[in-house]
């Protein structure tokens, strides 16, 4: 009896043991779901600000760049005629010039991080570089009085190619040759070695007036006509942006000066170009307000009265006549001839011992 | 009965420790996560306050560089120099109000600041022209940074000397 009941006990004991242990797993595997489901969380949160902070680094890293290239492009925009090298991490940047409503817009933009406007400043570029190393030239854009320094930017991949002209005697290509800096890859080449370089995307070929008409079907190339005026180079004329394939003869545009000039040669399309040189006309507009303005209070407060009679001269001559001039061939024209006629007032007046007139 | 009242209540001690455990780790990363961002804020504040000295600085530097408003000669000299005419003409053209253009276009090189430039000798002719200012009025706390100058007179062929005053404004935070 009593093995039976000890059996029946021990029977009794056993069932409830093996429902107390099924308990037992259960809340043991509770547990565990428990703590993997919270670890899973707390993982992904991790996860989560590491990802949030690499983010914000590569953000930090794309305003660093932009910052050191506006402060390096601001720097150079106060000095003239300098060259340098911007180095920084490879990065994509693009350069856009946009006109809105008669008024023009120029920004640049580094991969990842916003667009940057630059209102003052005046860069010729190319559309689009990739690069990790900027080659920076400028030139003063002085048209009588000093207007803007323009800025040039290229990469060392970017070959310019200058047709010889030697055959038409008019040595234009070996004078535009010797006005860009060494550093800036360049060649002077006969037509017939232009096909050396057929296979280069990154060429721009800059032939000179009658010569252009003997580039091979192909290549897109940027002629230049120059005035007749002084048979100088850099005083003004006309540029076509040439794109092959196209059989309608894109209009020419005008250039003044060799910074103008300069500017259509590291340009790489008419549109950017004509936006640029927009945006100087508008700020030729501020300084030649401020010129004229300088020189009527010149004129009333002189006792002189040589410089009281030149200066007047001067402002309805040459100064007030341009006032809000527009970007064409005939305005630059005479822009051009008044920027010589302000030049020998300038001096006259040095002479005649009068306040200069810039 | 008792007795399984008593394992019932382990498991929930078992349970409660876990989730003890899990909420004090997630206190931990909280209270982390809070230090962390004072210290990058602060951060921020600083490099803030250095960029904001940086721009006055840098305005400064930009003004007797103009050539709207440098003195026309080929020597160097050491200390700057400005035209008085092209600095009346320039103070006349910003503060005009006819002519928006103007300012917007030395807004951009002068952003919020306001640029004075005073003649304190001779003493028979001290003046104050006050080239260009943002007028920001509310909020702002602002630098302030001098720079002597000669100031030329071409019609009266004199020079005087004066100082340029760059007051950088910045929005307090």
Known sequence: MKNIRSIHFSKENKNKFDKKNKKGVIEVQFNWIFILIAGFVIFIFIIGIIFSQKSNAEKQSTIQISNQIITLLKGKQQTADVYSEINFPHASINFRCEMIENASYFSFKIDGSDRVVLPTEVIFAPKDITTDKLIVWTQAFNLGFPINIFSYITTSDI???????????????????????????????????????????????????????????????????????????????????????????????????????????????????????????????????????????????????????????????NIKPYENIIFNYINITSLYKNTIDLDIRNSDLTLSSCPKLY | MNTNTHRLNRGQVQLGESIAVIIIVIILLFLGIVFWNKISNSNVADIQSQSHELSVIEIANIVPELSELKCNELSVNRVKCIDFYKLKAMSEAINSSSDAITFEYYHNYFKNSKITVIQVYPQTSIFNITLYDAKLKNNTKSLLISLPVNIKNYVNKTTAYGFIIVEGYYISS
């Open chain 1, 159 to 317: 070959i310019i190619l200058i047709i010889n002209d030697s055959n038409t005697d008019t040595y234009y290509a070996k004078e535009l040759s010797e006005n860009i800096p060494s550093n800036i890859t360049h060649h002077v080449i006969d037509m017939t070695d232009l096909n050396n370089y057929v296979s280069n995307k990154n060429k721009k070929v800059v032939c000179f007036a009658d010569n252009c008409n003997n580039i091979p079907i192909g290549y897109d190339y940027i002629e230049i006509t120059p005035s007749s005026y002084q048979s100088d180079l850099f005083s003004y004329g006309n540029i076509t942006f040439r794109k092959s394939g196209l059989s309608v003869t894109p209009e020419p545009l005008p250039y003044i000066a060799k910074a103008g000039l300069l500017g259509a040669i590291f340009s790489d399309t008419k549109d950017y170009y004509y936006c640029q040189m927009s945006r100087a006309m508008n700020h030729y507009e501020i300084k030649r307000d401020l010129t004229e303005r300088r020189l009527v209070m010149i004129q009333n407060d002189t006792s002189n009265n040589n410089c009281k009679q030149k200066i007047n001269i001067t402002l309805v001559q």
